[in-house]
C-alpha cells in the first residue's frame, strides 16, 4: 500500500536553529517526491520536489530535501529557521496521478 | 495566474441535506482533484478527473459525487451530509504530463450540524 509517515507530528525550535522535519513514505514504483507547507489561512504550497537525479534537491526560502532510497526517506532540512517559517508542513509521494500526503508536521518557530 | 479558487469557502449544513462546492482553475490543468482534510489526519483523496473521466477511490465512491462541466469548473456533491462530513475540503489541479506538482486552493470548511 501506498503512504507516507511523518512522525512527528509537532516541532517547536527557536529561531535561527537548524530543522529536520522527517518524512518516510512507502510507494510501490518509482516515487516523485514532494513536500508542501501550508500557511495560516492559505492553501498548500510547493515547497520543493524530488523527480530523479542528486538526491539532495534545493527548494524555496532556503529548504533543502535528501532522498534517501534505501531508507525510503525524504527528510526536509533547513540549516536556520526564521519565525515566518511557522507553518505545517505535508510530504507527499506520487507515481503518476494519486497523491499520498503525510498527516503533517507543525512547526512552531520562537523569536 | 497560478490560482485555484473554491467556494463557498465556509459551508455550514444539516444533517441530511445536499452540499455543492465548486473549484474553478485557469491554468488549463488537466487534472482536479478533491480532497477531505480532518484535523490530525492526512488529506484524504476523495475523487479526481483527468480531462472528462472520473476516478473515485475505492472507499469514498458512494458518499461523493463529482462533475466537470469543463476544463476549468469541478464540483463535489455530497447528497446526504452526516456528522462525519464535517472536515475541510480541499481543491487540487496538476498538469499530469509534467507529473507535476499540485495547485492547491485555500479550501472549503463544511461544518455539519
Known amino acids: 500500500a501506498q503512504s507516507v509517515t511523518q512522525p512527528d507530528a509537532r516541532v517547536t525550535v527557536s529561531e535561527g536553529a537548524s530543522l529536520q522535519l522527517r518524512c518516510k513514505y512507502s510507494?510501490?514504483?518509482?516515487?516523485?517526491l514532494f513536500w508542501y507547507v501550508q500557511y495560516p489561512r492559505q492553501g498548500l504550497q510547493l515547497l520543493l520536489k524530488y523527480y530523479s537525479g542528486d538526491p539532495v534537491v534545493q527548494g524555496v526560502n532556503g529548504f533543502e530535501a535528501e532522498f534517501i532510497k534505501s531508507n525510503s526517506s525524504f527528510h526536509l532540512r533547513k540549516a536556520s529557521v526564521h519565525w515566518s517559517d511557522s507553518a505545517v508542513y505535508f510530504c507527499?509521494?506520487?507515481?503518476?496521478?494519486?497523491?499520498?500526503f503525510g498527516k503533517g508536521t507543525s512547526l512552531t518557530v520562537i523569536p | 495566474d497560478t490560482t485555484v479558487k473554491q467556494n463557498p469557502r465556509y459551508k455550514l449544513a444539516r444533517v441530511g441535506k445536499p452540499v455543492n462546492l465548486i473549484c474553478s482553475q485557469t491554468m488549463n490543468h488537466d487534472t482536479m482533484y478533491w480532497y477531505q482534510k480532518k484535523p490530525n489526519q492526512a488529506p484524504k483523496l476523495l475523487l479526481f478527473?483527468?480531462?472528462?473521466?472520473?476516478?473515485r477511490e475505492a472507499d469514498t465512491f458512494e458518499k461523493f459525487q463529482s462533475s466537470r462541466p469543463n476544463n476549468s469548473f469541478c464540483s463535489l456533491y455530497i447528497g446526504s451530509a452526516g456528522l462525519e462530513y464535517s472536515a475541510m475540503y480541499l481543491c487540487?489541479?496538476?498538469?499530469?504530463?509534467?507529473?507535476?506538482?499540485?495547485?492547491f486552493g485555500e479550501g472549503s470548511k463544511l461544518t455539519v450540524l
Open positions: 510507494y510501490s514504483g518509482t516515487p516523485y
Open positions: 507527499a509521494v506520487t507515481g503518476y496521478q494519486n497523491f499520498y
Open positions: 478527473y483527468y480531462d472528462k473521466i472520473l476516478n
Open positions: 487540487a489541479s496538476s498538469r499530469s504530463a509534467n507529473t507535476g506538482q499540485l495547485y
